[in-house]
DNA sequence: CCGGACGCCTGTCGGC
DNA sequence: TGCCGACAGGCGTCCG
């Protein structure tokens, strides 16, 4: 579910809201999530202080004095700030109590999410050192996609989602963003234009910039850490509008499933 | 190394 | 109405 702009809006949130706070301890009601929750999670969370909301791709990072948490939303994860009053609902795997009686409560009904405890340097961590460049970050260029691009015959749809290139693109940012560009998401990467690659770098910063201005895009069950879901859904032009005319040529949007994901474009625009 | 398929798990939706 | 398959915002692993 959660793609960089929905991270980020979570990430902000929580950030306000939590910096600076010490941990009471944990409450798990899973054994797993994509990996096993840390045994002894309320031990090693008690008397930490939270002192930053980082992220790195579509990772959470909660830098605490003696380690980091780190955390993954999976496909339908979403983390709320609640008091520790409210009873847990279906789902509600994880909460982190706080001392002033608020909880941050881990829902992930598909259990595709992650928490784990780290005392290393979190970017170092296996699941992290492979990441490619933040597309904010100056190592995030069009002659940087155009020269990993080099020989490649994945479909450039696929080629842009691979977190090893660049991170947090998923598919709906990847759809919209190669939309924009008038690249066809099937094309071959290794046969596209550095001046293509130039200008597809730019959109992936503006799409995934004006989405986290908008709060993250909400399709079903994102919303941020009160609650609140984000409107980039309104500003979507492709994702999930198959058989709508196309925004910039009105011929009918088509979707076709490229690289193992549904995949939504315009035959007319896009090449 | 590369590209593609699969599995993880639950919820929802469309077709019959 | 009920059932069943397909699909869903991610990602690691395995196979050819």
């Known amino acids: 579910m959660p793609e960089l702009p929905e991270v980020e809006t979570v990430r902000r949130g929580l950030a306000s809201r939590l910096e600076g706070k010490t941990f ?6 899973v054994a797993g999530l994509r990996l096993p929750v840390p045994a002894g ?13 980082e992220r790195r791709a579509k990772y959470l990072l909660l830098r605490c004095d003696g380690g980091t948490l780190i955390l993954h939303l999976g496909m339908s994860g979403y983390l ?10 279906r789902h509600d795997h994880l909460d982190l109590l706080f001392d002033d009686g608020q909880v941050l409560r881990f829902n992930d009904a598909r259990r595709f999410g992650l928490l784990l405890w780290t005392t290393a340097d979190p970017q170092e961590h296996p699941l992290l050192v492979g990441l490619g460049p933040e597309p904010f970050a100056g190592a995030f260029t069009g002659d940087y996609l155009h020269e990993r691009a080099r020989g490649r015959t994945v479909p450039v749809k696929a080629f842009i989602m691979d977190q090893r290139l660049v991170v947090g693109v998923g598919n709906i940012y990847a759809n919209e963003a190669l939309f924009l560009s008038g690249i066809h998401p099937a094309r071959a990467t290794g046969r596209i234009s550095r001046d293509r690659y130039l200008r597809l770098a ?6 995934l910039a004006e989405a986290i201005a908008a709060g993250g895009t909400t399709l079903r069950d994102f919303s941020d850490s009160d609650g609140k879901p984000g409107y980039f859904a309104l500003s ?30 315009c035959s007319r625009c896009q090449h």
């Open 41 to 53: 999670l309320h031990d090693l969370l008690a008397g930490q202080r939270l002192h930053a909301v």
């Open 24 to 29: 009471l301890g944990a409450v798990s009601r």
């Open 80 to 89: 709320r700030v609640v008091d520790r009053d409210l009873p847990p609902g």
């Open 236 to 265: 979507l032009r492709v994702y999930g509008r198959e058989g709508e005319p196309c925004p910039r040529c009105g011929h009918t949007l088509r979707q076709e499933r490229i690289g193992g994901r549904s995949s939504f474009f």
């Open 202 to 207: 730019d959109i992936i910063r503006t799409v």
